[in-house]
């Protein structure tokens, strides 16, 4: 026994409301389709927009004379408008409602929907968000019209079997793909932080969408090197590349062992070269040359590097034959390049080449609500690479989590020194407990760790505290506070004092017959026991604060 065909319908605005007389002469989608005889429907409910439930007399008594022997059955949107930002919820609750309460019998009855053309995307939206969570199991169905040879219009149904599965299916790819891309540059790590949200909504699109070199900075431990692990992942999986991610730690070059790494040598180039070397460029052709430190590159170097990403082609140390190699960048450093530039130590041409996308990765201070996922994801991944489950209590918990996020916590290298500070709880858990003993031993031996830290860099001419900030916190009201942290910025980040009191006293050297800027920034530093040699030496001494690695727990702590 055939099936009957049950079909729900949208109308059309523009061509199913009309109450003159000449409406018959008029092509009607909604009475069209229940005119086509190869094509009976039994059942027809057809959707009105709340703005049109006046208009619905016309349109019934047309339909049932239109088919008499079809079930004509209106449905009002209990909705206050037709569709807008303040109505959305209201739509899309009337259609659940509608659709999770019918009767539906498969082993009886076919159904269809159908979309009214014009003006009425707004409820085939609806319609469609309910077929997208599988709640109708139904076709679609399409009306179409064409003229015979007498000019009468004929107007017939075109069926789309499995189409709206198709849709979904294509529709849940789109969005798992991106899903995935948004998990691969943010990690399986959750953040709160704005600022990094948008950070890698940006990196996930100059990584699907640009091939051009990109440089990642920030303070160590920030995640550099993982996230230029992740844009090649991305990148790899989207087809970018093909070759491999190769990874060079600037760093660690010294004389010409850097020219053999990165550029490979021939047998016989120099005393010990016994056999001819493959370098690093050569090696990521097709792929992803990671260059983390970048900023440690001697000036001859950083030369022929610049020519190298310029021309894809390099020699080999000791060779006269160039080697081609077609690899796209990614550099990575935590110094200031610019300042690196004025000091003459880096070239400005290099800078212009490898920071076509440049973005700075936040510090861990600067992120004080991911540090609690953070916690969660070392947990975590510390339980299954040693096969030992640990959490905290509760009251541990919280103690731990007041004193990372507080100003106290200093964090030097940023999430390697939170990734051993819980590797140290998660190795004393008692039974897999991390307890209030732990975590205050855990506190106490960071205080210890950051104070000596602190004390070993001062010289007997600096008797600074931890950081700048720390030194000039001490006993200043919050307004000297500010200017006096604005300033030695600005001193940090010039050369000369000459440059620095240019900055400082842009406007008020405009009214001075003679302007002696050093002068007046001499006295304001002496006014707080310091001088520009002091500020620049503290600079560099911070510099090699937050550089320096974090020791390991004593067991004896």
Same mark, same amino acid.
């Given at each position: 026994?055939?099936?009957?065909?049950?079909?729900?319908?949208?109308?059309?605005?523009?061509?199913? *409301?009309?109450?003159?007389?000449?409406?018959?002469?008029?092509?009607?989608?909604?009475?069209?389709?229940?005119?086509? =005889?190869?094509?009976?429907?039994?059942? @027809?409910?057809? %959707?009105?927009?709340?703005?049109?439930?006046?208009?619905?007399?016309?349109?019934?008594?047309? @339909?049932?004379?239109?088919?008499?022997?079809?079930?004509?059955?209106?449905?009002?949107?209990?909705?206050?408008?037709?569709?807008?930002?303040?109505?959305?919820?209201?739509?899309? @609750?009337?259609?659940?409602?509608?659709?999770?309460?019918?009767?539906?019998?498969?082993?009886?009855?076919?159904?269809?929907?159908?979309?009214?053309?014009?003006?009425?995307?707004?409820? +085939?939206?609806?319609?469609?968000?309910?077929?997208? *969570?599988?709640?109708?199991?139904?076709?679609?169905?399409?009306?179409?019209?064409?003229?015979?040879?007498?000019?009468?219009?004929?107007?017939?149904?075109?069926?789309?079997?499995?189409?709206?599965?198709?849709?979904? +299916?294509?529709?849940?790819?789109?969005?798992?793909?991106?899903?995935?891309?948004?998990?691969?540059?943010?990690?399986?790590?959750?953040?709160?932080?704005?600022?990094?949200?948008?950070?890698?909504?940006?990196?996930?699109?100059?990584?699907?969408?640009?091939?051009?070199?990109?440089?990642?900075?920030?303070? !160590?431990?920030?995640?550099? !090197?993982?996230?230029?692990?992740? *844009?090649?992942?991305?990148?790899?999986?989207?087809?970018?590349?093909?070759?491999?991610?190769?990874?060079?730690?600037?760093?660690?070059?010294?004389?010409?062992?850097?020219?053999?790494?990165?550029?490979?040598?021939?047998?016989?180039?120099?005393?010990?070269?016994?056999?001819?070397?493959?370098?690093?460029?050569?090696?990521?052709?097709?792929?992803?040359?990671?260059?983390?430190?970048?900023?440690?590159?001697?000036?001859?170097?950083?030369?022929?590097?610049?020519?190298?990403?310029?021309?894809?082609?390099?020699?080999?140390?000791?060779?006269?034959?160039?080697?081609?190699?077609?690899?796209?960048?990614?550099?990575?450093?935590?110094?200031?390049?610019?300042?690196?530039?004025?000091?003459?130590? %880096?070239?400005?041409?290099?800078?212009?080449?490898?920071?076509?996308?440049?973005?700075?990765?936040?510090?861990?201070?600067?992120?004080?609500?991911?540090?609690?996922?953070?916690?969660?994801?070392?947990?975590?991944?510390?339980?299954?690479?040693?096969?030992?489950?640990?959490?905290? @209590?509760?009251?541990?918990?919280?103690?731990?989590?007041?004193?990372?996020? +507080?100003?106290?916590?200093?964090?030097?290298?940023? %999430?390697?020194?939170?990734?051993?500070?819980?590797?140290?709880?998660?190795?004393?858990?008692?039974?897999?407990?991390?307890?209030?003993?732990?975590?205050?031993?855990?506190?106490?031996?960071?205080?210890?760790?950051?104070?000596?830290?602190?004390?070993?860099?001062?010289?007997?001419?600096?008797?600074?505290?931890?950081?700048?900030?720390?030194?000039?916190?001490? =006993?200043?009201?919050?307004?000297?506070?500010?200017?006096?942290?604005?300033?030695?910025?600005?001193?940090?980040?010039?050369?000369?004092? +000459?440059?620095?009191?240019?900055?400082?006293?842009?406007?008020?050297?405009?009214? =001075?017959?003679?302007?002696?800027?050093?002068?007046?920034?001499?006295?304001?530093?002496?006014?707080?026991?310091?001088?520009?040699?002091?500020?620049?030496?503290?600079?560099?001494?911070?510099?090699?604060?937050?550089?320096?690695?974090?020791?390991?727990?004593?067991?004896?702590?």
């Amino acid at each position: 026994m055939a099936k009957k065909n049950v079909v729900f319908s949208t109308i059309s605005i523009d061509h199913d *409301i009309a109450t003159a007389d000449f409406r018959w002469k008029l092509w009607r989608p909604l009475v069209e389709i229940v005119k086509v =005889k190869k094509f009976f429907i039994h059942r @027809l409910y057809y %959707f009105i927009p709340p703005s049109l439930k006046n208009n619905l007399s016309t349109l019934q008594l047309d @339909l049932e004379q239109a088919a008499p022997h079809t079930e004509i059955i209106p449905i009002v949107i209990e909705a206050k408008n037709n569709f807008s930002p303040q109505s959305f919820a209201k739509n899309y @609750l009337f259609f659940d409602s509608f659709f999770s309460s019918f009767p539906f019998r498969h082993e009886e009855e076919e159904y269809f929907l159908h979309f009214g053309p014009g003006n009425m995307f707004a409820h +085939s939206f609806m319609l469609m968000m309910l077929v997208n *969570i599988k709640r109708i199991q139904c076709r679609i169905i399409q009306l179409r019209s064409s003229k015979d040879k007498f000019g009468r219009v004929h107007s017939s149904i075109q069926i789309y079997d499995n189409a709206i599965n198709h849709w979904i +299916s294509k529709i849940g790819d789109i969005e798992q793909n991106k899903k995935s891309s948004r998990e691969i540059i943010s990690g399986s790590i959750g953040t709160k932080n704005p600022v990094f949200n948008r950070l890698v909504k940006d990196i996930e699109h100059v990584a699907i969408h640009s091939t051009a070199p990109i440089l990642l900075s920030g303070a !160590t431990g920030t995640g550099k !090197t993982e996230m230029a692990r992740r *844009i090649y992942e991305l990148r790899l999986r989207n087809g970018s590349v093909s070759g491999p991610l190769v990874e060079v730690n600037c760093a660690s070059f010294r004389g010409d062992s850097a020219l053999s790494a990165l550029f490979g040598h021939v047998r016989g180039a120099f005393t010990g070269a016994s056999q001819e070397r493959k370098g690093m460029l050569a090696m990521a052709h097709t792929g992803i040359l990671f260059l983390d430190e970048v900023g440690e590159l001697s000036l001859d170097i950083q030369a022929l590097l610049l020519k190298a990403i310029e021309e894809r082609r390099f020699f080999p140390f000791g060779s006269d034959s160039p080697v081609f190699s077609d690899f796209q960048l990614i550099t990575a450093t935590n110094r200031d390049l610019y300042a690196a530039v004025r000091r003459g130590e %880096f070239r400005m041409d290099l800078i212009s080449r490898i920071n076509l996308w440049q973005f700075h990765l936040p510090s861990l201070r600067e992120r004080p609500e991911d540090i609690e996922p953070n916690l969660d994801y070392e947990l975590k991944r510390l339980s299954e690479r040693r096969g030992i489950f640990a959490d905290f @209590l509760p009251e541990a918990r919280a103690a731990y989590l007041n004193f990372a996020c +507080s100003p106290e916590a200093l964090w030097p290298s940023n %999430f390697r020194t939170l990734s051993g500070s819980i590797e140290r709880m998660h190795t004393y858990s008692f039974q897999g407990i991390i307890g209030r003993e732990t975590v205050d031993k855990e506190i106490a031996y960071l205080r210890s760790l950051w104070l000596r830290r602190t004390e070993n860099l001062e010289g007997e001419e600096f008797p600074l505290c931890r950081r700048l900030e720390d030194f000039i916190a001490r =006993k200043l009201d919050l307004f000297d506070k500010v200017q006096l942290e604005k300033v030695l910025e600005v001193c940090l980040s010039c050369e000369r004092r +000459s440059e620095a009191g240019r900055i400082l006293f842009a406007h008020s050297r405009l009214r =001075k017959n003679s302007a002696d800027d050093t002068a007046r920034l001499n006295k304001y530093l002496h006014s707080y026991g310091l001088n520009w040699d002091m500020v620049k030496q503290l600079g560099r001494r911070q510099e090699q604060f937050w550089d320096t690695p974090v020791p390991a727990m004593p067991a004896e702590a």
